[in-house]
């Protein structure tokens, strides 16, 4: 987890809008923002709408991707605005892929007793 603070600038606000189902009876909107602080790239990507504005003074915390810091958490020092993704679903996947590890190795390691 990286931290950055400082200056917002090129900011870039953008909504994509998909199909849930396949009769496309229900939409599901993602709400992406790109900007940088002291030129390093950022993204922040919510299901929740947001807004970063050019010159406010914030904090991010995340984790770098190919040059890229996704954002995890924002705040908006400027504002006092403050948002983040839902660590819930990060736990999830974490717990999911960790059960049959697990079981992987309490098997693997039964039969060599």
Do not use: W
């Amino acid at each position: 987890m990286e931290k950055l603070r400082g200056i917002v600038s090129n900011v870039d606000n953008s909504v994509i809008e998909y199909p849930v189902d396949n009769r496309h009876a229900q939409t599901r909107t993602t709400y992406i923002s790109s900007f940088q602080i002291n030129g390093r790239k950022i993204k922040y990507e919510s299901t929740a709408q947001h807004n970063f504005y050019e010159g406010n003074h914030m904090i991010v915390a995340g984790v770098t991707q190919r040059g890229i810091l996704h954002a995890l958490a924002c705040k908006d020092l400027t504002t006092g605005n403050e948002v983040s993704q839902s660590c819930f679903f990060i736990f999830l996947g974490g717990v999911a892929f960790m059960v049959p590890v697990i079981g992987l190795l309490s098997i693997v390691f039964l039969t060599m007793t």
